[in-house]
């Protein structure tokens, strides 16, 4: 059963307009989310993460939503630039996870190819 | 040298070999994890490693074989694998329960012939 799910495998959008991608989760459980990019022969790197405490977070051109209800994130990157192109994975947790313990357990989704054109 | 390194970055292998992936951090960070990446999947966790103490085996098959000499190395000794173990496997670290996010090494493209 698989908790985090990436229902678009590829999104390809114009540079400078939005690209939005969206991640969907069924465990109730999970408190903090997370975003990764991963480049071809690189390991993924943390773009922004999310408290469930929050419904938006915003890091530059970089804004992730969180609908608890609807147990739905996304991820808005405006302006889109072609650097911007690679696979974003989301990822979540128990916040229970935090507070005193020495290790984490995140649940990743099996990823998103976004393609930014010139 | 910073961040995760993962030796080697490619690696084919037959059924019946014995090999080893190695990860190394430098970071200070405290837990260290495996992970599974295969074509159109979720990044699958195998093991975690806390404090060089194993604490998650997500049902990994014995061909698949961690260890954690410390706390800055993390090997993953494979033998008598099968093809579809052929997966890019990526290594990170965290510090706790990472919550700003694991640092990954750039994986080991595995191919078992």
């Known amino acids: 059963d698989q908790q985090v799910k990436q229902n678009s495998p590829s999104l390809s959008v114009q540079e400078g307009r939005i690209s939005i991608l969206n991640c969907d989760y069924t465990n109730s459980m999970f408190d903090y989310f997370l975003w990764y990019k991963k480049y071809p022969a690189e390991g993924p790197t943390f773009l922004i993460s999310i408290s469930s405490i929050k419904d938006k977070n915003e890091d530059g051109r970089f804004t992730v939503f969180l609908n608890k209800s609807a147990k739905h994130l996304s991820l808005h990157i405006v302006p889109s630039q072609p650097g911007d192109s690679a696979v974003y994975f989301c990822a979540a947790t128990p916040l229970a996870n935090a507070g005193g313990t020495s290790y984490g357990k995140l649940t990743f989704g099996q990823g998103t190819i976004l393609t930014v054109h010139p | 040298e910073t961040g995760v390194t993962q030796t080697p970055r490619h690696l084919v292998m037959g059924m019946t070999n014995k090999k080893s992936l190695k990860c190394e951090q430098h970071l200070g960070h405290n837990a260290m994890y495996w992970y599974k990446q295969s074509a159109k999947k979720p990044l699958e966790l195998m093991f975690v490693?806390?404090?060089?103490?194993?604490?998650e085996n997500n049902s990994v098959p014995s061909r698949f074989s961690p260890e954690c000499p410390n706390s800055s190395h993390l090997f993953l000794h494979l033998h008598t694998l099968q093809p579809e173990d052929s997966a890019l496997y990526l290594c990170?670290?965290?510090?706790?329960?990472?919550?700003?996010?694991?640092?990954f090494g750039s994986g080991t493209r595995l191919t078992v012939v």
């Open positions: 990170a670290s965290s510090q706790d329960w990472g919550g700003y996010g694991y640092t």
């Open positions: 490693y806390s404090l060089e103490e194993r604490v």
